[in-house]
């Protein structure tokens, strides 16, 4: 089977590392859920509470979800952001 490479990069994405005021997880990541952008929650164990993936259109956006939507929550402690570079995902040709 040949292998290809195909190159995947949503306009702009980053994943939000959450830490919560303790007890607050499942509230947040309700909250989460309802804020257009974030296309995927987990809870995790270590030092962050929930990990968000957010997919936007510009920077500016991702920005706005951050600062005015997601630090707004009232259970949410602090934010660490990670911006995604371009991906490269195998591609198994069938």
């Known amino acids: 089977m040949a292998k290809s490479s195909v190159t995947y990069a949503p306009p702009e994405a ?12 499942l509230s947040v990541e309700e909250e989460l859920r309802n804020i257009t952008g974030i296309t995927e929650i987990e809870r995790t164990i270590g030092n ?3 990990v968000a993936k957010v997919e936007v259109q510009s920077v500016e956006t991702l920005r706005d979800i951050i600062t005015f939507k997601i630090r707004r929550i009232k259970e949410v402690r602090s934010t660490t952001t990670l911006m995604c570079l371009d991906s490269t995902l ?3 040709a069938q």
């Not at 980053?14 to 997880?25: L, S, T, V």
């Open 90 to 92: 195998p591609m198994i």
């Open 48 to 50: 962050y509470d929930i």
């Open 14 to 25: 980053a994943f939000i590392m959450i830490n919560c005021e303790m007890g607050y997880e």
